[in-house]
C-alpha cells in the first residue's frame, strides 16, 4: 500500500467525507470530468533520510488534496470536513503508520471542466505534511 492510498482509505472510511464523495477520490488527472463532489491528490515532495546504515526509514511527505465541487461553498465544506479528519490524525493503514498529519497551507482554485467548457467545479487545495513509517 502506498501513503496516497492510505489516505484515500482514511478519508472514505471517515463518516462525513466518505458519504459525502463516496469513492470519488483520485489521484490528479482523473476527477474533474466525473461526478462532484470529489477529492484529487498528489504528491509534492517525498524527500528521504538517510543514515550510515542507508535508508532511516521514517518519511515526511507534502501530499495536495483538491477538493472539488460544482460551487464554491460546497468545495470549502468539502475541505472543512477533510481538515477535521486529517489534521493530527495518527494511525496505522496496512503497512503504513501514520505519526501526523498537519495541514500546512490551502488555497482557492476554479477550474474549467473538460465536459463542458462552459461549466466550472471550484476547489479547495489542502497541502498537507504526512510523518510516516
Not at 463516496?22 to 474533474?32: C, D, F, L, M, W
Not at 477533510?82 to 482554485?109: F, P, R
Amino acid at each position: 500500500m502506498t501513503l496516497e492510498e492510505a489516505i484515500r482509505g482514511v478519508l472514505i472510511a471517515s463518516g462525513a467525507v466518505g458519504v459525502r464523495i463516496e469513492q470519488r477520490i483520485n489521484p490528479v488527472g482523473e476527477a474533474v470530468d466525473r461526478e462532484l463532489p470529489a477529492i484529487v491528490y498528489e504528491r509534492i515532495s517525498g524527500p528521504h533520510d538517510y543514515t550510515s546504515d542507508g535508508d532511516a526509514g521514517h518519511y515526511v511527505v507534502r501530499l495536495q488534496l483538491t477538493c472539488l465541487a460544482d460551487n464554491y461553498d460546497d468545495a470549502v465544506g468539502l475541505a472543512l470536513m477533510v481538515k477535521t479528519v486529517l489534521t493530527s490524525y495518527v494511525g496505522q493503514v496496512e503497512n503504513i503508520t501514520i505519526q501526523h498529519i498537519a495541514i500546512d497551507n490551502e488555497l482557492d482554485l476554479p477550474i474549467g471542466r473538460a465536459d463542458n467548457e462552459q461549466s466550472m467545479a471550484f476547489g479547495r487545495v489542502l497541502d498537507i505534511i504526512v510523518w510516516h513509517t
